[in-house]
């Protein structure tokens, strides 16, 4: 038997995903290549990536086959964007009927309710754990008066208070090697930075190590918005120091507001006068108060304010400036699109409720940006140990 081994009919993208990582790596295609079959040699369970049996949409060279769960779902804008890298959602989670019925338009699934009621055995395993979870307040107070009443407390006992905690009884009991989260920007500052202690703290004592950043999403679409996202990497499986950085907005010109406007919005999204001139009222008060607040008349060549869950209200922080009418406010179609979701997307539900799920969700070209940064760190897992589990998936008993 020779030693020589030729690969007719490799695809296309296989072809340049070798060609990518062997240049990354400093390797010839040759060491490269070699190098993946070594780490495949004698293993029993093929292939070598989990999930390669399934037929992935590969849109880049950095795709590769993984499973998620799509926690507080939403309308799925980690589904949208991880779907979209080759990501399989194993299980989606949310309560609120309305989202739901988004969220089955456009993925097919309707997801599981109260995650509160939920059992872990009945959660599949899955590699990234995503999750928006809800930013309502945190009661830290809580903890202190329980430790000095003696009482139990640390991570066990805080779980009855809190959504985050149900998240870390899943992430501690599933754990998945990696744990995507986003909240808003206050969750670092809320409570004095006690909030984000304690959840960074119950994170590292999962045993993951834990990155986190505050990105505006106006570098990806025309819209300010900062948000913290928050990246958890299993320690037992990626070690102390997984090479994980953030991504930088694009480079090249900024998306701007005019860009995601339609060309003829229906006259009911026209402010009538009355509100109008409450508006401008409101704003006159507040004004003489010393104060900011009141509507925003958008800039059509630079970026919407953010836009919120409350927006259907009188969706007086976004207004669009019209020639000879009143102000408008954007239609659920232009939230969309502000948001990053795609146009073939169809909006089910009322405006009201559209609305509020675009102004709860959070944007997929960001979470696609730190997702593909994700990846490269599962690839380099993969690279350097041959799967995603170099260790024996650790999981404490189910609940
Ligand atoms: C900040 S939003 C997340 C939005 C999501 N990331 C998206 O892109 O649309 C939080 C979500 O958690 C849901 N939620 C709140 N409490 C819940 C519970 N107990 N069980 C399941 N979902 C819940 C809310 O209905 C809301 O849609």
């Given at each position: 038997m020779t030693d020589q081994l030729l690969i007719r009919k490799v695809p296309r993208h296989v072809r340049s995903w070798i060609e990518k990582k062997r240049v990354e790596h400093g390797m010839t295609q040759q060491e490269f290549v070699v190098s993946i079959l070594e780490h495949a040699f004698g293993r029993s369970e093929l292939p070598l990536f989990p999930a390669a049996v399934r037929k992935v949409d590969v849109s880049?060279?950095?795709?590769?086959?993984?499973?998620?769960?799509?926690?507080?779902?939403?309308?799925?804008?980690?589904?949208?964007?991880?779907?979209?890298?080759?990501?399989?959602?194993?299980?989606?989670?949310?309560?609120?009927?309305?989202?739901?019925?988004?969220?089955?338009?456009?993925?097919?699934?309707?997801?599981?309710?109260?995650?509160?009621?939920?059992?872990?055995?009945?959660?599949?395993?899955?590699?990234?754990?995503?999750?928006?979870?809800?930013?309502?307040?945190?009661?830290?107070?809580?903890?202190?008066?329980?430790?000095?009443?003696?009482?139990?407390?640390?991570?066990?006992?805080?779980?009855?208070?809190?959504?985050?905690?149900?998240?870390?009884?899943?992430?501690?009991?599933?754990?998945?090697?990696?744990?995507?989260?986003?909240?808003?920007?206050?969750?670092?500052?809320h409570d004095q930075g006690r909030t984000w202690l304690v959840i960074k703290g119950t994170l590292e004592q999962l045993g993951y190590t834990v990155f986190h950043k505050v990105i505006d999403a106006a570098g990806w679409v025309p819209q300010h918005r900062e948000r913290v996202y928050i990246v958890c990497f299993d320690k037992h499986i990626f070690g102390e120091n997984p090479p994980f950085?953030?991504?930088?907005?694009?480079?090249?010109?900024?998306?701007?507001?005019?860009?995601?406007?339609?060309?003829?919005?229906?006259?009911?999204?026209?402010?009538?006068?009355?509100?109008?001139?409450?508006?401008?009222n409101y704003a006159e008060r507040h004004r003489e108060k010393g104060n900011g607040f009141g509507f925003g008349l958008a800039n059509l060549d630079g970026v919407s304010r953010t836009l919120s869950a409350r927006y259907f209200k009188d969706g007086s922080e976004i207004l669009i400036?019209?020639?000879?009418?009143?102000?408008?406010?954007?239609?659920?179609?232009?939230?969309?699109?502000?948001?990053?979701?795609?146009?073939?997307?169809?909006?089910?539900?009322?405006?009201?409720?559209?609305?509020?799920?675009?102004?709860?969700?959070?944007?997929?070209?960001?979470?696609q940006a730190v997702a593909r940064e994700i990846i490269k760190v599962l690839t380099w897992q993969v690279m350097r140990r041959g799967s995603l589990f170099n260790a024996p998936r650790r999981r404490a008993k189910a609940s």
């Amino acid at each position: 038997m020779t030693d020589q081994l030729l690969i007719r009919k490799v695809p296309r993208h296989v072809r340049s995903w070798i060609e990518k990582k062997r240049v990354e790596h400093g390797m010839t295609q040759q060491e490269f290549v070699v190098s993946i079959l070594e780490h495949a040699f004698g293993r029993s369970e093929l292939p070598l990536f989990p999930a390669a049996v399934r037929k992935v949409d590969v849109s880049g060279p950095e795709s590769l086959p993984f499973t998620f769960a799509d926690f507080f779902a939403g309308i799925g804008g980690f589904r949208t964007a991880l779907q979209s890298l080759g990501g399989e959602c194993r299980f989606s989670c949310e309560w609120d009927k309305y989202s739901q019925k988004t969220y089955k338009a456009w993925y097919g699934d309707t997801p599981e309710g109260d995650i509160r009621k939920i059992r872990t055995q009945e959660i599949p395993d899955h590699d990234v754990l995503a999750g928006g979870f809800p930013c309502q307040p945190f009661s830290i107070a809580g903890v202190s008066k329980k430790r000095s009443l003696g009482h139990a407390h640390g991570f066990k006992c805080e779980t009855q208070g809190n959504l985050f905690f149900n998240l870390a009884t899943i992430i501690e009991q599933k754990r998945p090697p990696v744990a995507f989260l986003e909240n808003v920007k206050n969750l670092q500052s809320h409570d004095q930075g006690r909030t984000w202690l304690v959840i960074k703290g119950t994170l590292e004592q999962l045993g993951y190590t834990v990155f986190h950043k505050v990105i505006d999403a106006a570098g990806w679409v025309p819209q300010h918005r900062e948000r913290v996202y928050i990246v958890c990497f299993d320690k037992h499986i990626f070690g102390e120091n997984p090479p994980f950085r953030f991504p930088e907005p694009p480079p090249g010109k900024r998306p701007k507001l005019a860009d995601i406007l339609e060309t003829n919005p229906d006259s009911k999204y026209t402010l009538s006068d009355h509100l109008w001139k409450y508006l401008q009222n409101y704003a006159e008060r507040h004004r003489e108060k010393g104060n900011g607040f009141g509507f925003g008349l958008a800039n059509l060549d630079g970026v919407s304010r953010t836009l919120s869950a409350r927006y259907f209200k009188d969706g007086s922080e976004i207004l669009i400036p019209q020639q000879g009418s009143n102000p408008r406010r954007l239609t659920p179609r232009e939230c969309a699109r502000l948001m990053g979701f795609p146009d073939d997307y169809p909006i089910v539900v009322s405006d009201t409720q559209a609305y509020r799920q675009f102004g709860n969700a959070v944007v997929p070209p960001v979470v696609q940006a730190v997702a593909r940064e994700i990846i490269k760190v599962l690839t380099w897992q993969v690279m350097r140990r041959g799967s995603l589990f170099n260790a024996p998936r650790r999981r404490a008993k189910a609940s």
